[in-house]
């Protein structure tokens, strides 16, 4: 269930967590989403084998780093 507390922002930009939504965490770092209209918290998720075969690519030239990247970056913006 969610839940929705009202946070105030202090001059330096801080938001202070409270301690029972720190201690469920069980971590000391976050990831901030700039979405378009949000910004979300999340806790940084150390496990990145969850994206390993995430993403199915049809690109060329996989033994070429930079023409692989650039071919992406077209696919992505096009």
């Given amino acids: 269930m969610s839940k929705v507390e009202i946070k105030t922002v202090d001059t330096q930009g801080r938001i202070i967590l409270p301690k029972s939504w720190r201690n469920r965490l069980k971590t000391n770092s976050v990831v901030v989403i700039d979405e378009?209209?949000?910004?979300?918290?999340?806790?940084?998720?150390?496990?990145?084998?969850?994206?390993?075969?995430?993403?199915?690519?049809?690109?060329?030239?996989?033994?070429?780093?930079?023409?692989?990247?650039?071919?992406?970056r077209k696919d992505a913006f096009h």
Avoid: Q
């Fill in 36 to 72: 378009d209209d949000r910004l979300e918290i999340r806790p940084v998720d150390s496990n990145l084998l969850r994206f390993v075969d995430a993403v199915e690519v049809d690109a060329e030239h996989f033994s070429d780093y930079h023409k692989l990247r650039k071919g992406l």
